[in-house]
């Protein structure tokens, strides 16, 4: 029956997982990509037809033609770097997941908020540069994959770096995050609206440039933070509990808050782990996110709990031929 | 056959991946977990029974309980931290392992005795600190999961950090030990005493807050070893055959100290590489370690010798049904 | 019809998968290995025969020997350590791959001109210590694994350290090259001449000691780059499109500079990539790599493309496989 129906989603990111996924589950599949990037797609066999555009800001035109089709879409990390946020709410296809929550993701005032009354634990942030306890970290609003990153550890810095940075950030606005000196690791959840579930698909840790380099150098090196990988992680086990719950009660809150749908699907948790073996979660991400790229063929989590390869990709695929079969679309499209 | 065993563990560590592959080799399985995980264990379908407790200290009087049941304990890392010594020892169900090894593993001169007589370089030790040369690091006997170590390299830093370590291990003896220049990787080994035969399981590194964070800070922070994860590693070919031949040496040599059943089932040496490529072993763990837990559905190592998936704790499981059809259990239970 | 070939390699460096992905192929395989590492090529049921010699320079009578038999010998990267740059061109047996590749692979100006001539980008590399602007690496031509490299960041030290790298090197030239600030990712390909297209099979990073301790140790040590093992590694999907066209561009330039053959097989660019996503090329290895070894059941990207598990070194045997179906092998050996 889902052979009717076609999962799509934009060229980037995790789109190989997604299309990969839906094929698997025995969708047809889309890719809308920048021409540039349609040879690219066709290398891949488990992607059935791409739709080219010059440039994102195509997108509603390329909507239009696809509106006779049983389209899904299914957005990733670049949907909002693409199309605007605006450009997300307005799409009009059939949409994977809860657009409500796009509001809560991408204020980091609200964003804030919402994990704090879910109880999570959060940097400090600051107001007044005065009250700063340092080290800190700059980050600009809405700063996409890691650029635009200040690391600062005393007062003439974070003086000399601010006007620098509220340049290089192009009038956006920023925080000072109190940085927080302990390991990464980015915990990916998906929680299923149908099986009223919580899942942790797999965790990995970011591979960015400059810094992931600055401990190979016997030299002083401003740190970068552009993203441009990740590598696999697990957790010890007697954390995993924690690890689990964060996850609920950051779906709980999300639907006191947000609306009554709340988060679902996969997100993700971006946390900080100090030696006390305390989570700070520095970043919730609402939607799929790229270190789900190393688990194609499945997670040493995944492999938990599924007895054949589950990716998040295809556990999105899954969700949506399980809604297909109980005729239940309604509650995991927006 | 096997079908009338329960292969129990207490729910921390590496419980998840010992019980999946109890469960995968056809073996009921039970958790012994604290009260307050009972819902996270049952998330996992593989654990057919969960028996809660309130402290760890309550371990005997579970244990009369299942006295009746075809019971066999995997132990793991968190045994002697949550039963002590003297509550593995004096277990009556029947415990995979051999129980005489717990004297030298945890002893650090014991274990130091083992390894030197097995022909494996180990770092110095040095009973007293005006023979030191620097670095060094100073650990606490029976230090758990990379707490309470302490690094130094230099004389003065030694004199005032010892009495505040000796305060923080709260009396527990500690070591002063040559600090290795070089890269760690752990190695997960196999012994079956049926087979006479090593295997090797898998390796990693573990993943440590926030010793691992300090390459992507700027400035000085002291470096703390709280063991939190662990991420893959293949080790280069041509070191391989030493890295079996380690192993071996280790299992025979305790065979001629401990007894004659000797070291079997799962154990790792836990090594740093120097840039000559030597191998220096900080640490034997004579039973499965939490390294283990990336590689569910196998490793680049089990992967070599198995055609399906095999973990190590499905490895023990496996061990455990050829046992029963051979009618050896006696070999491999304590 | 292939089980009338051996699949033939030396015992090192990436032979276990060579060899296991030449049986899961349906060939019968045999490993050259020093005799002292026989007993440990023995323990892989994969390996159907072993022909010892007491050192690699014997392997002429070897040759001689095998002559009779239907040998294919698969190259890895100890081929030139082991035989020399003129043993591989003057083996008579059938052999995988380009040879007139060495002569350009292993000649840093050649090489250099190759990728150049692609359109990659390069290091600098300075011919006058009075030109560097630093930081630069040293390294000596035809260094493997890693040893005898030095990091070099002021005059001072470049002055002082060339006389004994010089020395280090043991007479061998070397090169002054821009250190290019960012993090490593190898990149592992596969070229078909039967099907005329590029792969991306798996990706890595070298596991470097001491250099990739330096950055757990808050103290000055100066870094090595011996090579002891690989970590995995996915690529930001926005990124992979370059990846294969520098693939592409390399293969292409192949046959224009070295013969109508050109590059094929496996082969790997070892990159550097900066925060502003630039990748530059610091090497190219036109046979497998090591950090292949990481993915005998698959990878992140050999998943996309292939529904069974496809390391590098089964997709070497399964292009024998299709080339003698085929009719082909001209294609292929050398």
Redesign the interface.
């Given at each position: 029956m889902n052979k009717q129906y076609r999962i799509v989603t934009l060229g980037?990111?995790?789109?190989?997982q997604i299309l990969?996924g839906a094929h698997d589950e025995g969708f047809k599949t889309l890719v809308i990509a920048l021409n540039k990037?349609i040879s690219?797609y066709k290398?891949?066999?488990?992607i059935d037809e791409i739709v080219g555009l010059n440039a994102f800001f195509e997108f509603p035109e390329i909507e239009k033609k696809l509106l006779d089709k049983n389209i899904i879409v299914i957005p990733h990390g670049?949907f909002v770097a693409y199309l605007g946020m605006e450009g997300n709410k307005k799409m009009t296809l059939p949409y994977f997941g809860n657009k409500k929550v796009l509001d809560f993701e991408f204020d980091r005032v609200k964003q804030g908020d919402w994990l704090k009354k879910a109880g999570i634990t959060t940097p400090k942030e600051y107001k007044n540069i005065n009250d700063v306890e340092f080290?800190v970290i700059i980050k600009s609003f809405g700063a996409a994959?890691g650029k635009g990153y200040f690391?600062v550890?005393n007062h003439k810095d974070l003086v000399e770096k601010i006007p620098s940075f509220a340049k290089a950030s192009e009038g956006k606005k920023y925080i000072i995050q109190q940085y927080i000196?302990?390991?990464?690791?980015y915990i990916h959840y998906f929680y299923s609206p149908l099986t009223k579930a919580l899942e942790i698909m797999s965790?990995d840790r970011r591979?960015?440039?400059?810094?992931?380099?600055?401990?190979?150098?016997?030299?002083?090196?401003?740190?970068?933070y552009?993203?441009?990988?990740?590598?696999?992680?697990?957790?010890?086990?007697?954390?995993?509990?924690e690890a689990?719950e964060m996850g609920e009660k950051v779906v709980k809150k999300s639907r006191e808050l947000i609306n009554s749908q709340g988060l679902f699907g996969p997100f993700c948790l971006e946390t900080i782990?100090?030696?006390?073996?305390k989570f700070y979660v520095i970043e919730i991400s609402a939607r799929i996110v790229?270190g789900t790229?190393?688990?194609?063929?499945?997670s040493?989590y995944s492999?938990?709990?599924y007895n054949e390869?589950m990716s998040t990709g295809r556990r999105i695929a899954r969700e949506i031929k399980i809604a297909i079969e109980e005729n239940k679309l309604n509650l995991i499209l927006d």
């Open positions: 980037s990111h995790s789109a190989l990969k990037q690219f290398r891949f066999p488990f670049s080290p994959g690391l550890n000196v302990g390991v990464p690791l965790m591979y960015e440039t400059n810094v992931d380099a600055l401990g190979r150098i016997p030299f002083d090196v401003d740190p970068n552009v993203v441009v990988g990740n590598s696999p992680l697990v957790l010890r086990e007697s954390m995993l509990p689990y782990i100090t030696p006390d073996q790229a790229n190393l688990f194609i063929q499945g040493p492999d938990l709990t390869p």
